[in-house]
């Protein structure tokens, strides 16, 4: 895992070198040539010598590189006999070589997670791309006969950073990120998920080599039985957590006590002939401490467990750089314990830990998928005077969660429903938060909802449970879920891998029928049979519970006097008498408004921020 950048006529690109070093804290490589330059800095995980450094030389090729390529083997095996040597045990030097015999079609041979550039001295041309996930982060810019590209936006100077991408902001409002290819800054980009671009000449060109939801990735499976299901997910789940604990540094297991960390530590125990070392998370409230069932999990696989304690201060104090860390706004506020679980077991000495991210998403776990089926089925066929009645009665209820259905009683649909769970900022309440002029100059109306917000094209089907986790996978997934995990991972240099996010697991669940995806209605269904191999079911089955936050009570106390001030800063389009009234009734009201409170915050900061510089400490 590293930090990477490089420029053609933006000699600036060179303080990558210094913003990126939380990245890549073990060494640092430059390669400047004329008016081209290349930048990477280093946290060795596999090959730990000289023979792993960067940028990384080979004919008339030079690459600098982000990430895990997990089968780097078997591809080093097929170049050998294919004539390649080698002069390391990287696996930098198998991707270079493989780009050598197989141009962009090797990127279909990798297993990983990267995000690398390759320039051609001969010819000019740069290379560049990202893993078919998404995992691995790559930004870019291009104007004129200026290119540049890095791991995070800070490595762009304050020239290019100049302009606010306000459209990109509100779409951060509603949904608590910013999805591709759009970043918070004007003419700045994520390249895509699953891309490739390539530069030369001042022009530039992106292609799409991989898709989850095309048919064509997964269709050769023919999944129709569950018994087939479990055991084809099975059987290539135990091959990535297999695959993925290969490292030359310590290597640990984030365990939350919950189905897709306990899946993982299980397999992970079973493939490692000691204990593995296993990190859970102690808040010292009480409320909000799982701690237990983590100690539990742990103990029936016999690991090497440690709970690793902490207190709301040390949450407060991560507040004060997040933005900085994060690059432009970002909402999942659960980011600041997983921040504080990675910052301690670097410090306990692992530089790698495997996390379950992806099992929700690949295998229908969150709630939001049966909710939305549920309550659709339940309306769509109710005369529309009786929906009107029953919104009146919510109307007059004052409740938070019943006040939230008004518009989808009203407006019956399965993304209408999905949109309760999967947004800040509802979009029937846009109207009242940002200014209509604004609205229509943006999208031509004020009338706005999550399929303009993430441009949904109108034939996209979206039909039943696993349909609502495509709209996940595609957006949600690698802009809030995977970028929340590199951020606060690699902020204390720990590399996180996420074995449930294997490309060909990925495969895999597309190519199951919705109805094995929830056997008998339950969720995650196939995870749970296979965890219950491994770890008795009172052990795992309880209600889901993620990373807990006491947000709502830091803004009525240490975070109150921000909370008092939090128009002033905010951009225009943004409606100041809304902000007001969720601050009066968050306050006042006993309203909970944490999650659309957080992201004006970030806004705000957004605003008052350079990307290059940390937050002042704050005193609370």
Known sequence: MCGIAGAVNLPEIKKAREVLTHRGPDSF??????????????????????????????????????????????????????GYSFDSNSDTEVIIKAFDCWGNKCLLKFNGMFAFCIYNTSTRSFFIARDKIG????????????????????????????????????????????????????????????????????????????SPIDKSTHQHYHITRYENALDTVEQVLQRAVKMQMVADVNVGCFLSGGIDSSLIAALAQKNSKTPIKTYAMAFKEK???ESGYAREVAKHLKTDHHTLTFSPDDLLELVNDFDYYFDEPFGDFASLPLSILCKKAREHGITVALSGDGGDELFLGYERYSFA?????????????????????????????????????????????????????????????????????????????????????????????????????????????????????????????????????????????????????????????????HVPKQLFDRPKRGFSVPMSLWFRNQLKSELMDLTQGLPDFIQKGYVNQLVHEHLNLGRNHSYTLWNLMRIKKFYSLSPQKKELQLEY
């Open 373 to 533: 089926t549920r309550y659709y089925h339940l309306f769509k066929n109710q005369p529309k005077l009786m929906r009107q009645l029953l919104v009146e009665g919510l109307k007059l209820s004052k409740n938070e969660k019943a006040l939230k259905m008004v518009y989808p009683i009203s407006n019956p649909s399965l993304l209408n429903f999905y949109q309760v769970y999967a947004t800040s900022l509802k979009p029937w309440d846009i109207g009242q938060a940002i200014d209509k002029d604004f609205l229509r100059e943006i999208y031509g109306k004020e009338d706005i909802n999550i399929q303009d917000i993430l441009d949904i094209a109108p034939d996209f089907k979206i039909e039943n449970e696993k349909d609502l986790s495509n709209i996940d996978i595609l957006w949600n997934l690698p802009d809030e879920m995977l970028t929340k995990s590199d951020r606060a991972s690699m902020r204390f240099s720990l590399e996180l891998r996420v074995p449930l996010l294997d490309a060909n697991l990925m495969e895999i669940s597309r190519a199951i029928p919705n109805d094995l995806l929830l056997k008998g209605g339950v969720k995650k269904s196939i995870l749970k049979d296979i965890l219950a191999k």
């Open 29 to 82: 490589g430059v390669y400047e040539q004329e008016n081209i330059c290349l930048v990477h800095r280093r946290l060795a995980i596999v090959d730990l010598s000289e023979g792993g450094h960067q940028p990384m030389f080979y004919k008339d090729l030079i690459i600098t590189f982000n990430g895990e390529i997990y089968n780097f083997q078997a591809i080093k095996q097929e170049l050998i006999s294919n």
């Open 287 to 289: 409320g909000f401490d």
């Open 135 to 210: 995992i691995k982060p790559l930004y870019y810019y291009h104007k004129d006969d200026i290119f540049a590209f890095g791991s995070e936006l800070k490595v762009f100077p304050n020239t290019i950073l100049a302009r606010k991408n306000e459209k990109a902001l509100l779409q951060f409002l509603v949904l608590g990120y910013i999805t591709a290819p759009a970043s918070a800054y004007e003419n700045v980009f994520k390249l895509e998920p699953g891309s490739y671009l390539e530069y030369k000449d001042a022009q530039l060109r992106i292609t799409k080599y991989w």
